[in-house]
C-alpha cells in the first residue's frame, strides 16, 4: 500500500520563476493538505484541499495556489518566487474522518537562487 | 502563527535512558498529534490523542495530554540511536469533519548518542 508521494524531491529555481510541485495520496484518503517547514521550524499550513475545493486557507498570499483532481491527487503552484520561498514543501493526506491522522510524503526541497 | 511549543528545543541523552518531550498549546483541541522527523525528511505519525484522552501507550511511547494546563509530554522509554530524530507537536481544532490544518511547534531535536 503506498503512503503519500511526491515530486519532484528537489527542485531549483531562480526568483521571479514559478513551480508547480505535485502529490498522490495515501490510498483511500480524500483530503490533501500542504505545508511549509523552512530550515530549523516546524511545518505551517498553507491550505487543505476536499472535493477539489480549497476548503481551509493559512496565512500565506495568493502567490500560492493548488488544484485537486478527481483522483485526489494534488498539485501546488506558486508564482513570482522569492528567495523566502525556500523550503521543504510538505503534503499530507487523510480521511474525511475526525481524529484521523495526517500522513506526510518526504516533501520536496524547494531552493530559490 | 505557531500554537504548539516543545521544550527542550534540544535534548541529547545516552542510549538506554528515557527521553521526555513537553508542549503546551493555547487554545481548544479536538486532538494533539506526535510526529518524528529524521534530517529534514517527511514527518512520521507516532501516536494521537483524543482531547478526552489523558493517556496514550505505543510500544515504547507514552503520550499524556492536560486539557486544563493545555499541555502534553512524550516519553520514550529505553532510548536507541535510532531515535534520534525531531519531534514536533501538532494539535488539530477540527469543527467540520475530518483533520483540518494541523498547528505545528517548532519541535524538539533528540540525539541519543550510542
Known amino acids: 500500500d503506498a503512503g503519500v508521494t511526491q515530486s519532484p524531491t528537489h527542485l531549483i529555481k531562480t526568483r521571479g520563476q514559478q513551480v508547480t510541485l505535485r502529490c498522490s495520496p495515501k490510498?483511500?484518503?480524500?483530503?490533501v493538505s500542504w505545508y511549509q517547514q523552512a530550515l530549523g521550524q516546524g511545518p505551517q499550513f498553507i491550505f487543505q484541499?476536499?472535493?477539489?475545493?480549497?476548503?481551509q486557507r493559512g496565512n500565506f498570499p495568493d502567490r500560492f495556489s493548488g488544484h485537486q483532481f478527481p483522483n485526489y491527487s494534488s498539485e501546488l503552484n506558486v508564482n513570482a518566487l522569492l528567495l523566502g520561498d525556500s523550503a521543504l514543501y510538505l503534503c499530507?493526506?487523510?480521511?474525511?474522518?475526525?481524529?484521523?491522522?495526517?500522513?506526510f510524503g518526504d516533501g520536496t526541497r524547494l531552493s530559490i537562487l | 502563527s505557531q500554537q504548539g511549543e516543545e521544550d527542550p528545543q534540544a535534548l541529547s541523552i545516552q542510549e538506554g535512558e528515557n527521553a521526555t518531550m513537553n508542549c503546551s498549546y493555547k487554545?481548544?483541541?479536538?486532538?494533539l498529534q506526535w510526529y518524528r522527523q529524521n534530517s529534514g525528511r517527511g514527518l512520521v505519525h507516532l501516536i494521537l490523542?483524543?482531547?478526552?484522552?489523558r493517556e496514550k501507550h505505543s510500544g515504547r511511547l507514552r503520550v499524556t495530554l492536560d486539557t486544563s494546563k493545555k499541555s502534553s509530554s512524550l516519553l520514550i522509554t529505553a532510548s536507541r540511536a535510532a531515535d534520534t530524530a525531531s519531534y514536533f507537536c501538532?494539535?488539530?481544532?477540527?469543527?467540520?469533519?475530518?483533520?483540518?490544518?494541523?498547528?505545528f511547534g517548532k519541535g524538539t531535536k533528540l540525539t541519543v548518542n550510542p
Open positions: 487554545t481548544s483541541i479536538n486532538n
Open positions: 490510498s483511500g484518503h480524500d483530503t
Open positions: 490523542i483524543r482531547s478526552n484522552e
Open positions: 484541499y476536499y472535493e477539489e475545493e480549497e476548503r
Open positions: 499530507a493526506s487523510s480521511p474525511r474522518d475526525f481524529n484521523q491522522p495526517q500522513h
Open positions: 501538532a494539535t488539530d481544532a477540527s469543527t467540520q469533519g475530518g483533520s483540518e490544518k494541523l498547528v
